[in-house]
């Protein structure tokens, strides 16, 4: 297999040569002193997806030289050689979005091959994704443009209806199961692009269908509501893997304006596919909150819709609870009494109290499979492993499928006490 192009610039040739040694044997490198030819060469070889370069440099900073880069390729992925001096300068860097990690001198050479590496499969892993939501854009057109043709077809005549050859009514059987298979690559994009292992739409959509079973929707609105939940975040294929890997709480105000975008940027893709029309407009209105203070439509209450609702109380306890709306994992209670809290605010009071029993109760679906997020103290006898559970130097302690007995149950809740850390735990 062809190695990774590496880009690095150093005004110091004794850098430039030691970076060579380290690093030839696993990249095919293109070494510069001169930031200006170090350009030229990128704007005439615009697809080397890793450049390395120094920070303090004597024509032009490390930073300024990365900004330059990113007008010719804003995908590649960027780093920083930075001594103790330029701390501050690299913090910047990091802040705006210029660098994708920093290495500080003198460097550990493992460190370093492993980042570039990694950054690499990251960068592969982007255009994968690209390239299934221009098959995903497609495939809507296609699909919007048959379901126009049937329906021209229906509104000619009804008595056709009755005429459907068998051969007819086999290809509408396939173009459903077709349009199915549609929503599961796209909800399986999504998460390949959020770089999500634990497959959070897919739970917020299994979550999002059991609410709405308990609230008497009919098969159509409930079916609706858990598409909504496997594709609320088409939006953020349009995002950045390094903004999306960061809990939410973490971000510069910069980094959440972007990110607020995506149930914009989901309502704009999906909005082209007749069918998903509904699917949505619940995705528009999850962010608007339940007291009717969300710009511009102000809707409040029952103006927002069911799906909405629903939407936005679990996937907030999702995140809680999975690390991605803060640095530190919530536990399971406190997540249940942040949601609780915020209750008539941000939240259905009505849908939050029907959740946190669901949440209590932990009750199988009518169709297909749900698994619940918990720590050791909710887990009971019977209840199966959905994932591993892993230790701290993440080794498997206990795997999937396994079936939970109380000696397990007292081991775990035993090392969560001398580690002071919650084990996140995915069963059914």
């Known amino acids: 297999m062809d190695k990774p192009s590496l880009l690095i610039l150093d005004d110091e040739k004794e850098v430039l040569n030691a970076l060579n040694r380290v690093l030839r044997k696993h990249f095919q490198l293109y070494l510069f ?3 200006n030819e170090a350009i030229g060469f990128y704007r005439d070889n615009p697809n080397i997806p890793l450049i390395l370069t120094d920070m303090r440099m004597p024509v032009m900073d490390g930073a300024t030289f990365l900004g330059k880069i990113i007008d010719i390729n804003p995908h590649c992925k960027r780093f920083l050689l930075t001594g103790h001096a330029d701390i501050n300068l690299t913090v910047t860097a990091v802040n705006e979005g210029k660098i994708s990690h920093y290495f500080s001198k003198p460097w550990d050479n493992e460190e370093l091959i492993s980042e570039l590496k990694n950054a690499y499969e990251l960068y592969l892993n982007e255009r994968k994704t690209k390239q299934l939501l221009k098959i995903n854009l497609a495939k809507n057109a296609e699909l919007s443009l048959i379901n126009s043709s049937l329906e021209l077809a229906t509104n000619k005549s009804q008595k056709k209806l009755q005429l459907i050859s068998a051969r007819e009514a086999n290809g509408f059987v396939r173009l459903k199961k077709t349009f199915s298979t549609f929503i599961d690559i796209y909800a399986e994009t999504i998460c390949l692009h959020n770089q999500d292992v634990t497959r959070h739409n897919f739970r917020v959509a299994a979550h999002a269908r059991l609410i709405a079973e308990r609230q008497t929707c009919d098969k159509l609105t409930t079916f ?3 598409i909504a939940g496997l594709l609320y975040e088409t939006g953020k294929l349009a995002l950045e893997q390094n903004l999306l890997t960061k809990p939410i709480d973490t971000m510069s105000q910069h980094e959440k304006s972007l990110y607020s975008g995506f149930y914009q940027k989901s309502f704009e893709l999906l909005n082209k596919v007749d069918e998903l029309s509904f ?3 619940i995705i528009k209105h999850i962010p608007t ?26 996937s907030m306890y999702d995140n809680l609870v999975n690390g991605r709306q803060s640095q530190a994992k919530t536990s399971t209670a406190l997540a249940k009494h942040h949601i609780k ?4 605010t941000m939240f259905d009071p009505s849908l939050v109290n029907h959740y946190l029993t669901i949440l209590d109760e932990r009750p199988r679906s009518s169709e297909g499979s749900v698994d619940y997020l918990l720590n050791s103290e909710d887990l009971r006898e019977g209840m199966v492993l959905t994932r591993d559970i892993v230790n701290i130097d993440k080794n498997p302690m206990l795997t999937k499928g396994t079936e939970v007995e109380q000696h397990h149950i007292d081991k775990l809740i035993e090392i969560e006490k001398e580690q002071g850390e919650y084990f996140l735990i995915y069963a059914r």
């Open 33 to 35: 002193s001169d930031a």
């Open 224 to 226: 609706q509501i858990y």
């Open 279 to 281: 699917v949505a407009e």
């Open 289 to 314: 909150n339940y007291n009717g203070n969300t710009a511009p439509d102000h809707l409040s209450a029952e103006e927002i819709p069911l799906g909405s609702r629903i939407i936005a109380i679990v």
């Open 341 to 344: 809290e915020l209750a008539k």
